[in-house]
């Protein structure tokens, strides 16, 4: 899987362990979701401006949130038509807040570390169509994060 990691923020010193998170975290989800070819992940790290105004604008809620994905394979309403060379299947992309993660990962007594990979891997499974709405389908999420998580040695 290609990953491209953009780092958008100044708030939270970046670490290149940053980027080798997000490669590896993505291509153990793609591997656990049994992703049937390779792909393209876009990764833009950034701050709680920026992800509280996509926030606004694309989901209506004016608030900073830990992460947003927006699947370039999704079919909706009011999406637009996307029609990507043929070479290249473009999942998407995954947009999150460093500062969310920092502050997250000291809530929950695991660091940004560990916090980081779980976003990464839960905006993935979102690019693959999972979602939450449901009890079963959060429940299901969440064995394919613990599991990839585990994987990559960034438990709890």
């Known amino acids: 899987m290609e990953v491209l990691v953009t780092n958008n923020q100044n708030s939270v010193v970046y670490e290149k362990t940053f980027e080798n998170i997000a490669v590896k975290a993505i291509n153990a989800a793609a591997l656990a979701c049994n992703a049937e070819e390779p792909g393209e992940v876009g990764v ?3 701050d709680n401006a920026y992800i509280r105004e996509l926030n606004r604008v694309y989901r ?3 608030y900073p ?3 947003l994905s927006f699947a370039m394979n999704e079919k909706g309403e ?4 996307f029609e990507p060379p043929e070479q290249i299947n473009i999942l998407g992309d995954i947009v999150i807040s460093l500062e969310k ?3 997250q990962g000291g809530e929950y007594g695991h660091g940004i570390k560990r916090e980081l990979g779980y976003l990464i891997v839960h905006g993935f499974l979102h690019l693959m169509g999972y979602d939450h ?3 079963a389908q959060k429940q299901l999420m969440r064995q394919i994060e613990e599991k990839v998580l585990t994987e990559l040695n960034l438990e709890r």
């Open 60 to 62: 209506g809620r004016d």
């Open 78 to 81: 009011d999406e637009p038509d």
């Open 101 to 103: 993660a920092l502050e």
């Open 133 to 135: 709405k449901t009890e």
């Open 65 to 67: 949130t830990d992460v």
């Open 44 to 46: 833009m790290l950034t």
